[in-house]
C-alpha cells in the first residue's frame, strides 16, 4: 500500500543502520509524492485531501483506534487493548480529561519495607569495623537495585501511566541522584514528593523539593551557611528549575545563595532542620528586588517572573509534543499556566487539546525513552513476568538509569537516546520476548490483572533490623534476571516472562504461523507503530515474524 507523505512526514521517516538512528528530511519511500496539504484518515492512515473537504465538526475530534493509542502513548505508556478500548469513540476534550481526572498521587505498589527504616546515626556508623561499612555500602547499592525494580513494577501495573510519566518528568527536572544521595530512603522519598505534586501545582513542588533532604545533599544546600554561602541551589533552581539559562545574572545566584542558607540536615535523621544561626539575614537583592529574604521569599519571586511558565511549559512541550515548540502556540498555554497559580494540569490540558498536540505531522517525531519503550512494550502486549529486576537492567542498558541521572541536567533524551548500542540493545530485548512465546501455562503476573491486584504485585521488603549479610542475600535473591528460571511456579520464557503472541495476534484474526493478509498486515502495523515501517518486511512472512519485524523496525522507536 502506497503512502504520500508530506514534507512533515519526510522528516519522520528513520534511516536505519547500524551505527545510528537518526531523523531524516530525504528518505522517501519510491514514488512518494511531497505536499503541504491538509490530512484525513484512510484506512488507518493519514492522506492528503484539498481543504474543501476539511471540516471542523465534533466528529473528527472523535478518537479512532489510531487517535486513541497515539494520544495514550503520548501521555502515558503504550496501551494494551482494555485501555485502549476506553478512548474509542471519545471527543479529544473527553479523552484530555478522562487522563487527566485519572491522575493519582500515591503508588499502588507498596514501598519496600526498609523506605521506612531510620538511616543510621553518626554514632552508629562510627562504631562499624571496615568490613561493616563495605557491607553497608553493598546493602546501600543493593536497595537502589530493588528501589528501581520497584519503580517499573508501578508504571507497569499503575492505572494513571500520565501520573509516572510526570513523576519521572519532574525527577528529570528537579535531578537527584546516586551518585551524591548515598541512602535510597532519601530517594524514594523524593520520588513520593515528586509523585504526590506531579499534577499539582508547580509553585508547591518547588517549595517542597528545594527542603528535600535528597536535593539539598545533591546540590550542596545543606553546606549552605552565612559567611559561606554554597551557590549550587541558588544557581540550578534558576537555570534549571525555573528561569531558563540567560535569564539571571551572577548577583543574582550570590545574593539567593545568602537566602537559602540555614537550610540544613540533621547529622543524625538526615531530616530537614532550619538553622536560625546559620542563616544569613541581611538585606538581599534578586532580579530586582530587595529585601531580607529567606529562601522561600526567593522562589516565590522566581515564581512570580513570567519567563519561569514559559520555561516550564517549554519543557512540557518538548516532553509531550515536539523538540521544536511553536511560541505562538506555546505563549497562551504558559500564560493560563501561571494565572492558575501554576497548576499543572491547567498546563498539560492545554497542551494535550492544542492543534499542535494533534497535528498529523507531530506524530513519529519523538523518540521513545528506555522507560516507555520497555514498560510500553510490556504493557502493550501484555507481557506476564516475575521480578522486574531484569526490565530495570535493561532500562539502565538503554541510557536510562533511574534515581541515578547522568549530571545535574538530567538525561537530554531525544535522539540521544539512540546510539549503535542502544539501538541494538533494544532490538535484543525484542528477540528475549519472542523467544518467552511458548505457551507453557498462565504466567506469574499479567498486565490485565494490574488492577485487580497491585498489593500482590510488592517487592520483598527488607526485614528491618536484619543483620547485613542477610538483607544482601534477600536483595540479591530478588534480582534474578533473565538468564533462567526465576523461582518455582513460574513459567513460560526467560526469567519468567511469557509472551503470549497467540492471544495477542487473535485480536486481528490471524496466529503466529499463519499467512497473514494485506488487511491483517496493516492493522499490526497501526497496533505498533506511529507510521509506515521503514523496512522492507520480507513477503509470505508468518503473523509472527511479520510482527517481530514491525517491532525491529526504527518506526518503533518512534512515537
Not at 540533621?266 to 534578586?286: I, L, S, Y
Not at 528477540?431 to 488492577?451: D, S
Request: one cysteine or more; a neutral charge; proline letters at 6%.
Amino acid at each position: 500500500m502506497m503512502r504520500l507523505l508530506t514534507r512533515g512526514h519526510c522528516r519522520r521517516r528513520f534511516a536505519a543502520s547500524a551505527i545510528a538512528l537518526a531523523v531524516s528530511a530525504s528518505v522517501l519511500p519510491a514514488g512518494a509524492a511531497q505536499s503541504g496539504a491538509l490530512h484525513v484518515r484512510h484506512s488507518g492512515h493519514h492522506v492528503p485531501m484539498d481543504s474543501e473537504s476539511a471540516g471542523a465538526g465534533s466528529e473528527q475530534n472523535m478518537l479512532d483506534a489510531d487517535d486513541a493509542r497515539f494520544f495514550l502513548t503520548r501521555v502515558g505508556f503504550a496501551p494494551d487493548s482494555a485501555e485502549l478500548a476506553q478512548y474509542v469513540g471519545l471527543t479529544r476534550e473527553q479523552a484530555v480529561d478522562k487522563v487527566l481526572a485519572s491522575a493519582g498521587t500515591e503508588a499502588v505498589t507498596p514501598l519496600p519495607d526498609w523506605v521506612l527504616e531510620p538511616i543510621p546515626t553518626r554514632e552508629t556508623r562510627n562504631a562499624w569495623t571496615d568490613d561493616q561499612r563495605r557491607d553497608a555500602q553493598r546493602l546501600r547499592a543493593l536497595r537502589y537495585e530493588l528501589l528501581r525494580a520497584w519503580w517499573v513494577r508501578e508504571m507497569l501495573v499503575t492505572p494513571s501511566p500520565l501520573t509516572e510519566r510526570m513523576t519521572l518528568f519532574w525527577h528529570n527536572h528537579f535531578t537527584s541522584g546516586q551518585d551524591k544521595v548515598p541512602y535510597p530512603q532519601q530517594m524514594a522519598l523524593q520520588n513520593m514528593v515528586l509523585r504526590r505534586n506531579a499534577l499539582g501545582h508547580f509553585g508547591e513542588l518547588l517549595h517542597d523539593v528545594a527542603k528535600d533532604p535528597a536535593m539539598l545533599q545533591y546540590l550542596d544546600g545543606a553546606s549552605n551557611r552565612k559567611g559561606k554561602p554554597n551557590e549550587n541551589f541558588a544557581r540550578e533552581v534558576m537555570e534549571l528549575f525555573t528561569l531558563g539559562e540567560g535569564r539571571y545574572s551572577q548577583r543574582d545566584v550570590s545574593e539567593a545563595a545568602r537566602a537559602y542558607t540555614g537550610w540544613s540536615l540533621d547529622p543524625d535523621t538526615q531530616a530537614f532542620v532550619w538553622r536560625a544561626n546559620q542563616h544569613d539575614d541581611g538585606e538581599k537583592t534578586v532580579l530586582g528586588e530587595t529585601g531580607r529574604f529567606d529562601g522561600d521569599q526567593v522562589l516565590d519571586i522566581l515564581l512570580a517572573r513570567a519567563d519561569t511558565a514559559t520555561f516550564v511549559t517549554t519543557k512540557l512541550w518538548r516532553e509531550f509534543i515536539s523538540d521544536t515548540p511553536e511560541p505562538s502556540s506555546l505563549a497562551p498555554i504558559a500564560a493560563r499556566f501561571r494565572a492558575s497559580h501554576y497548576d499543572i494540569k491547567v498546563a498539560l490540558r492545554g497542551m494535550f487539546l492544542s492543534d499542535a498536540f494533534w497535528d498529523d505531522d507531530k506524530r513519529g517525531v519523538l523518540v521513545k525513552s528506555p522507560v516507555e519503550f520497555v514498560v510500553g512494550t510490556l504493557r502493550a502486549f501484555d507481557i506476564g513476568y516475575g521480578s522486574t529486576a531484569p526490565f530495570a537492567l535493561q532500562i539502565r542498558a538503554f541510557g536510562e538509569n533511574l534515581f541515578y541521572p547522568p549530571n545535574v541536567k538530567g538525561w537530554p533524551g531525544g535522539t540521544t537516546w539512540i546510539n549503535s548500542s542502544t539501538l541494538l540493545a533494544r532490538k535484543q530485548f525484542v528477540e528475549q520476548l519472542f523467544r518467552a512465546t511458548e505457551a507453557a501455562g498462565p504466567p506469574p503476573t499479567t498486565l490485565p490483572a494490574r488492577a485487580r491486584s497491585a498489593a500482590s504485585n510488592a517487592l520483598p521488603g527488607m526485614p528491618t533490623g536484619a543483620p547485613l549479610q542477610r538483607a544482601m542475600a534477600h536483595a540479591a535473591q530478588s534480582q534474578r534476571g533473565y538468564g533462567g528460571r526465576s523461582g518455582q511456579g513460574e513459567q513460560g520464557g526467560q526469567g519468567g516472562v511469557r509472551f503470549d503472541i497467540g492471544t495477542w495476534l487473535a485480536r486481528y484474526n490471524t496466529a503466529p504461523t499463519a499467512r497473514p493478509g494485506l488487511s491483517a498486515e496493516l492493522q499490526l502495523q497501526h497496533a505498533v507503530l506511529p507510521l509506515p515501517p521503514v523496512d522492507a518486511i520480507e513477503t509470505d512472512s508468518t503473523a509472527g515474524a511479520y510482527l517481530e519485524a514491525l517491532l525491529m523496525d526504527p518506526a518503533y522507536q518512534l512515537k
